[in-house]
C-alpha cells in the first residue's frame, strides 16, 4: 500500500464510508486533534517511571492510545455511512473513570491550580490533556453542523480529566511535586 494517493491533493479528504469533505471541515478537524492527543500520550509512554508504576502507566496509556483510534474512526464515519466501525460506548467512559479513582488514592487532594510540568513523563500528559480539550471543543462545534454520536464528546471530557491525573500520579510516583500557581 503506497502511503500517498494524490486523492487530497485538491484540499479535501475521505470519510468512512466513502463521502468526501474538504481537509478544514469541522469533523476532520476533530479527528485530527484526537491524533494529535494520541501522539502526546505515545510520547509520554517514552517517559514513562521506571518499574512497576511505569508498566501501570503503559498499560493504561496503551489501552487509550487504541481508544483514541476507535474515537477517530467513529468521528470520521457519518452516523448515516454504511461503513462499520467500533464505536466508544459507556464502557469505555467507565475503564476512564476508574482509572482516575484509582490513581486518585495515591494522590493528596488538590487545594489549588497547579503548573503544567514537573517529569517529562507529566509534561507530556499535561500537554496531550489541553490537545485532548481542543479535540473537545473542535467535536462540539463538528456537532453543531451534524449528528454524530455525544458518547464522543464524554469520553474526550473524562479523558482530559484522566490525563490531568495521570500528569500528578506520574510526578508523584516519581518523587516531583506538583508545581503551585502562585499569581
Not at 501522539?39 to 512497576?52: D, L, N, Y
Not at 487509550?64 to 474515537?71: A, K, R, W
Not at 485532548?132 to 473542535?138: G, P, S, Y
Not at 453542523?145 to 510526578?171: C, H, K, Q
Request: net charge negative.
Amino acid at each position: 500500500m503506497k502511503i500517498y494517493t494524490r486523492t487530497g491533493d485538491e484540499g479535501d479528504t475521505g470519510l468512512f464510508g466513502g463521502a468526501r469533505v474538504k481537509k478544514n471541515h469541522p469533523r476532520i478537524a476533530a479527528y485530527g486533534t484526537v491524533d494529535e492527543t494520541n501522539a502526546f500520550v505515545g510520547m509520554a509512554r517514552v517517559h514513562r517511571p521506571a518499574g512497576a508504576h511505569g508498566d501501570r502507566l503503559d498499560t493504561m496509556l496503551g489501552r487509550i492510545q487504541h481508544e483514541l483510534f476507535v474515537v477517530g474512526a467513529d468521528l470520521a464515519t457519518p452516523d448515516d455511512s454504511k461503513a462499520r466501525v467500533p464505536r466508544i460506548g459507556p464502557e469505555h467512559v467507565a475503564a476512564l473513570e476508574a482509572d482516575i479513582d484509582a490513581m486518585e488514592t495515591d494522590l493528596a487532594p488538590l487545594r489549588q491550580f497547579i503548573l503544567p510540568g514537573g517529569t517529562a513523563c507529566a509534561a507530556a500528559l499535561h500537554a496531550a490533556r489541553t490537545v485532548c480539550r481542543r479535540a473537545e471543543r473542535e467535536t462540539v462545534a463538528a456537532m453543531g453542523i451534524e449528528e454524530m454520536d455525544a458518547r464522543v464528546m464524554v469520553y474526550l471530557n473524562r479523558l482530559s480529566d484522566l490525563l490531568f491525573v495521570a500528569a500528578r500520579w506520574a510526578n508523584h510516583v516519581q518523587g516531583a511535586p506538583d508545581i503551585p500557581w502562585t499569581p
